[in-house]
């Protein structure tokens, strides 16, 4: 994917995410390892201008701290097909 699909502006303006979409994979690996939704979306939606490329499954990868201290990372893909405000979480992990 090229750099310029990457872009998150639209007309010269941050677009917000206000949408996810979760993968059934995603939605296993929070359950296992004690995440929660809220955490990370939050970490999305606050992280997004920081976000790092991820040169894996995803788009994306974020850094996050639960509401309770706990590190993780999340990856993600953002737009999720053309909708700029929706991103597809793909995966979520604690980080020691």
């Known amino acids: 994917m090229s750099s310029e699909s990457r872009t998150c502006f639209v007309e010269s ?3 917000a995410i206000e949408r996810f979409i979760w993968t059934d994979h995603a939605l296993l690996r929070l359950e296992r390892r004690g995440l929660t939704r809220d955490d990370v ?3 999305i939606r606050g992280g ?3 976000r790092q490329i991820n040169e894996g499954q995803a788009d994306w990868l974020i850094d996050g701290i639960t509401s309770h201290g706990v590190p993780f990372e999340a990856i993600y893909d953002h737009p999720a097909g053309e909708d700029r405000t929706t991103a597809r979480i793909v995966s979520a992990w604690r980080v020691s």
């Open 48 to 50: 997004h201008g920081g």
């Open 41 to 43: 979306e939050q970490a």
């Open 13 to 15: 303006r941050r677009v």
